[in-house]
Nanobody
Framework: QVQLVESGGGLVQAGGSLRLSCAAS????????MGWYRQPPGKQRELVAR???????NYADSVKGRFTISRDNAKNTVYLQMSSLKPEDTAVYYC?????WGQGTQVTVSS
């Protein structure tokens, strides 16, 4: 049974930073095409950042230069470091690998 558990969300002022974590069980992250998605209020879920199967990170244009995805294979955990946060980054953030999703963590950025 694959389980993904996100943490690290919260309320932050614009310009601030947060680090999200996604801890996995039942699957080994190493070299898996996993990533972070988000769903803003009233909008569809969208890609934020992900590792390709080759291990390279890809980012949505809206977060390039501000967000960094990383992984710790020893801990089977993937991270999303978010800096220079903007109100439009407000969303529920989800961790994903293949067909598996976490429960999401809320990020709210106040102006």
């Amino acid at each position: 049974q694959v389980q993904l558990v996100e943490s690290g969300g919260g309320l932050v002022q614009a310009g601030g930073s947060l680090r999200l974590s996604c801890a996995a069980s039942g699957i080994i992250f190493d070299r898996k095409p996993m990533g972070w998605y988000r769903q803003p209020p009233g909008k569809q879920r969208e890609l934020v950042a992900r590792f390709t199967s080759g291990g390279s990170p890809n980012y949505a244009d809206s977060v390039k230069g501000r967000f960094t995805i990383s992984r710790d294979n020893a801990k089977n955990t993937v991270y999303l470091q978010m800096s220079s946060l903007k109100p439009e980054d407000t969303a529920v953030y989800y961790c994903n690998v293949f067909a598996f999703w976490g429960q999401g963590t809320q990020v709210t950025v106040s102006s």
